[in-house]
């Protein structure tokens, strides 16, 4: 009885041990087969021989920030950024024919839809041109998309001065009275 007790004990054993490393190993080739793939974005600002408000996709390859759109596309090589920022903001849900049309609704109505807000990522880059002129870009995306980008841009040589992750959008500024301390 205690033999069969022991042997059941080994095979429960070796059957977790087994379990637990294949699953170890899938995620191992889960985590090495991603493969940063293009970031559907809108460029508002920023890119030289590119007009704002902008849609297109970024990528990162080959030591390169790659902005895709229509049939053009400007490069950035990671070398020539200073700076990297991420932050996370919010943009309205509804657009502007239904949002403007929803205002006429009767007692106050059509503004309850401007309370719908989607959230979204802001990548700011600071770059040098051929020239040495410096200049910014900034893009919006989906949430949780700038920190990837971020990541691969440092690490293909891009510099940045934030080490954290993104950062949310600053409150706006509040009126506060001065205190004893502050009067005299």
């Known amino acids: 009885m205690i033999g069969e007790k022991r042997m059941t004990l080994k095979r429960t054993t070796i059957s977790v041990m087994a379990a637990l490393s294949l699953a170890a190993l899938m995620v191992c ?15 508002l600002t920023g890119l030289t021989g590119v007009r704002d408000n902008t849609k297109g996709t970024l990528s990162v390859e080959s030591g390169y920030l790659h902005f895709i759109h229509n ?70 995306m989906p949430a949780g998309a700038a920190d990837r980008i971020k990541k691969d841009l440092v690490a293909q040589g891009a510099h940045t001065t934030t080490t954290g992750e993104s950062t949310p959008a600053a409150p706006a500024p509040s009126c506060t009275r001065p205190n004893k301390e502050q009067k005299r």
């Open 71 to 140: 049939k053009a596309s400007a490069d950035l090589s990671a070398a020539s950024i200073l700076d990297v920022a991420t932050g996370t903001d919010s943009r309205k849900s509804v657009g502007k024919t239904i949002g403007m049309a929803s205002m006429a609704a009767p007692y106050g109505g059509g503004r309850f839809l401007s309370l719908f807000r989607t959230k979204i990522d802001t990548l700011t880059v600071q770059y040098r041109d051929a020239d040495g002129g410096l200049h910014g870009a900034i893009f919006t």
């Open 29 to 43: 080739i889960g985590n090495a087969q991603q493969v940063a793939e293009p970031q559907k974005v809108v460029q």
